[in-house]
């Protein structure tokens, strides 16, 4: 791993997660995933202190399995192939979970068709990880609970309140509790 691609990916956040992630890498060995690179912790000198995990690929993971199913929140990638748009579709919404997806082509119309079918709290088009602060971000499904960022965001902290007061004492219908005030 050369010197700049270790300065953009970080450690995991605790011991706990690093293991959660490793114990991912290795259901996917299990239930019979090709692992195409990484996998373990890095063997770089600058990078033996910390909750590193190298970049992961697993190819040939099919639907079934945990690595597709579950969120893993590690840098594990995994690639399976499909022969339609609507499978694809069909792949990426088939799970529980919603909180991003990235589509990649060529072809902008096919992107945005896609993107609007995927069922996530964010969608990239040709790029992946950017969140602008302006727009609101979450989940959908099990992904995630409301939405960050943004005035939508702020508008989650807030507790609306409505309180009505009766000024026409003259007319009937609605101050039917207070008519002998």
Known sequence: ?????????????????????LGYINAG????????CGGSHPDEPNLSRGFFVSPTIFSDVKPHMKIWREE????????????TEDEDVHLANDTSYGLGAAVLSQN?????RIAKK???????INCSQPTLVQAPWGGVK???TGRELGPWGLL???EAKQVTRWVNTKATGWNWFTSKL
């Open 29 to 36: 060995l299990e239930e019979g995933a090709t692992l195409v």
């Open 118 to 124: 995927f069922e996530a709290g964010i969608v990239w």
């Open 108 to 112: 902008s119309d096919t992107c945005e």
């Open 142 to 144: 099990k992904s995630g």
């Open 1 to 21: 791993m050369d010197k700049m691609k270790a300065q953009k990916m970080g450690p995991l956040v605790s011991k706990g997660q690093y293991e959660r992630v």
């Open 156 to 158: 989650n902290y807030l």
């Open 72 to 83: 893993i929140f590690g840098p594990v990638l995994c690639v399976s192939s499909f022969s």
